[in-house]
């Protein structure tokens, strides 16, 4: 009889393991993960270098790469695909907000003195010019009694 009584009691023993341990099992899937990552409202991940978004309708995996020189066409995205001929490709008009704070200066100033020449008026060098020669006139009125003398 004592022989029966200790198999019972170590299998309900082990039953009671079995049971903890599927609890702590179901604990542990309701615990989030350290190295998974959560994807956004739009089911995409936005790592640093790359972007990953997929649905289960499609099937279909788009991904998104983003160059590090943006100033470089890309031939083929695989190697050993079929090239582009890179020449013939178009780039999207560039918006002033996307340059640099020089060459936005510089386009700019182009684009008002292109306005001016249309309306025939000076350009903005033509306008320092003057400003120049009338801050030197204002300095130095004994130097303009040169009749007839043309020092523009």
Known sequence: MMLVHSIKER???QKAEAEKKK???KEQD???KENKLVPNQ???LNMENYSLGQSLQEKVISIVISKRDQGDWWKSLLKGDPETDTQK???DPSKLSDLDLETCSFVEKMMFDQRQKQMARPTSDETQKQQLMNQFMAQNPSMMNFPGANLM
């Open 23 to 25: 609890v702590a099992e």
């Open 89 to 91: 490709a178009k780039p």
């Open 30 to 32: 309701k615990k989030p």
């Open 42 to 44: 739009g089911n995409d």
């Open 11 to 13: 299998t309900k023993a």
